[in-house]
């Protein structure tokens, strides 16, 4: 089992995470998946993936804690080479200069912060055996402004610039760096917004639709396999052609 390679996702426990799981799976990829506290959860969705793996859960805000996930998971399945930065960081919504900065400032810090931490705790393995995969799940509103969303914006912002710089820095390691930007996906973290707001996004794009998990999974899962070798330094908007607009 041990010649399969091995994908981390973080916050890989439901929504977009949990179809990333399932995805890396179906392409033959041992998944470690990270959660922050529902173990049975992320157990249940690794079972679901009919792959094998195991269920690794850590505060990915804390550095330390995450690193010593990545040396549990290089334990007990091998080494990670394929890395998948998706665990949500919660924000506060409103105008920007409304928002509270200890609110903005834990955003901007804990995605950032997490994206470093994880970065640090893979690369230096994927420079060593000369291949590597990472993708950051980003979002469309670090491009398209939406109100209220100025402390999301302006993380997944910084989360895309650091996956440019990332992408130059390792590409002479044979290791990618992507960023995938899915738009309205129907899950769990987006069940609050207004159903009127849903179908007015939905009218807006192409494909009168709006995304689910299974749309973002499969883009993810290929740009982690050896296929998207030539494809670094991306973003990549994954949200139904609402950009047209």
């Not at 291949?131 to 670090?142: E, N, T």
């Not at 849903?198 to 899962?221: C, E, H, S, W, Y």
């Amino acid at each position: 089992m041990m010649d399969k390679k091995v994908a981390l996702v973080t916050g890989g426990s439901r929504g977009i995470g949990a179809a990333i799981v399932k995805a890396l799976a179906q392409r033959g990829f041992r998944v470690a998946v990270n959660c922050l506290s529902n173990v049975e959860m992320a157990e249940r969705v690794l079972g679901e993936s009919g792959g094998d793996g195991a269920v690794f859960p850590a505060d990915v805000r804390d550095a330390k804690a995450l690193t010593a996930m990545v040396r549990a998971v290089e334990k007990q399945l091998g080494p990670v080479e394929a890395a998948v930065h998706n665990a949500n960081i919660s924000f506060p919504m409103g105008p920007f200069w409304q928002l509270p900065w200890e609110g903005v400032s834990a955003k901007l810090l804990g995605e950032l912060g997490a994206f470093h931490a994880l970065a640090a705790a893979v690369v230096p393995g994927m420079v060593e055996r000369k291949w590597g995969r990472i993708v950051a799940v980003s979002s469309s509103l670090s491009r398209f402004a939406s109100e209220g969303f100025g402390a999301h914006a302006a993380a997944k912002s910084a989360l895309d610039g650091a996956c440019r710089v990332l992408s130059r820095e390792t590409g002479p390691h044979g290791i990618t760096v992507n960023v995938v930007a899915p738009g309205l996906v129907e899950t769990d973290a987006t069940s609050r917004q207004p159903a009127e707001q849903k179908q007015f996004v939905a009218m807006l794009t192409p494909l009168k639709r709006n995304g689910q998990p299974q749309d973002i999974g499969p883009v993810v899962a290929f740009l982690c396999s050896d296929e998207a070798r030539w494809i670094t330094g991306q973003y990549i908007p994954l949200n139904g052609g609402i950009n047209t607009v």
